[in-house]
């Protein structure tokens, strides 16, 4: 795997990669572009992400600490088309006196033409559908849905608990999702009645 494109000229989001010390965001990448999961991206929604991580990256090398959802709504000041010159101004102003290199890395964000010649000509990445059945696809994309559920939960509990906000001995979280047919009275977890084909009713 080169880091040139079909044409010689080197691929920006190889570049980039490495000046920016992004590590495994390639494959990353890759992943969101080519499953077929809830967790597929486009191409565009792949530029704004890794841009984002450029920008938190330049961020925290300028000796920042970004707060949770900082470094996203500094990308959108710095973006979004409905913002407006005075907001973009201060917002970069305010990047310059952090020793933020505003220039550059407005420079440097790419496009989704950018993203999808590094996943094709350079990681050889192609979108492919799924053959599988289509129920094991979404019992898998819902099994991955339970699962940040319950990550974001504990989270929150965490949080709340070191917050002195409630009082909480050793917490586990149950994340449960059934499914109960009104017309059969049959309740099954979603798993099962994925496996099974359905409920009680007569077919």
Known sequence: MGDTGSSGRRIK???????????????????????????RMSLRD????????LLEQAMTDAGMQPLPGEVENTYRLLTDADISVADRTRTRRRLEREDVGIERIERDFVT????????TEYRGAEHTTDDR????????????????????????????????HITLGEPRVFVDISVLCEDCGSRYEIGELLERGGCDCDP
């Not at 980039?16 to 992943?31: P, Q």
């Not at 989704?112 to 996943?119: E, F, G, K, S, V």
């Open 133 to 164: 059945p289509r129920t094991d696809v979404e019992a898998e994309n819902m099994q991955r849905i339970r699962g940040r559920t319950l990550t974001v939960t504990e989270g929150k509990l965490d949080q709340l608990e070191k917050g002195d």
């Open 112 to 119: 989704y033409q950018a993203i999808r010649t590094y996943l």
């Open 13 to 39: 989001v190889v570049r980039l990669i490495e000046e920016y010390d992004l590590g495994s965001i390639g494959a990353e990448l890759e992943r969101r572009w080519t499953t077929d999961t809830d967790e």
């Open 46 to 53: 792949l530029a704004d992400h890794f841009n984002r991580r």
